[in-house]
């Protein structure tokens, strides 16, 4: 799988994980209904099969898509909850991607 995929489907994947976390806590922080759980529910089926979509499906790949997850995490931080990150949060964020491409394109030796 090319890069720009697998960093497209972990973008999708960390949506989608989000998506699955934030509808639960509407209903427990903010009273809202218990069916924003269903929607929730098929976020997080869909975050699974959407990691389950990367042809060697590993702690790897999963060490990897955290550096993704924070950088997403960061933007709907920014877009839906409405703060904007810091420069420390960005710093964090630019640390973690540059681990996740340590990951990623540290060849293949010793599997």
Partial sequence: M???KTFSLFVLTALAEIVGCYLPSL???QG???WWLLPGAA???LFAW???LHPAASGRVYAAYG???IAVALLW???VDGLKPRPSDWLGAG???AGMAVIVMGGREGG
């Fill in 2 to 4: 090319d890069l720009l």
């Fill in 27 to 29: 209903w427990l922080s």
């Fill in 43 to 45: 976020s997080l089926a």
């Fill in 32 to 34: 809202r209904s218990a």
């Fill in 67 to 69: 550096g993704v997850y």
């Fill in 77 to 79: 931080l920014w877009g």
């Fill in 95 to 97: 640390l973690a991607l």
């Fill in 50 to 52: 959407l990691l389950s």
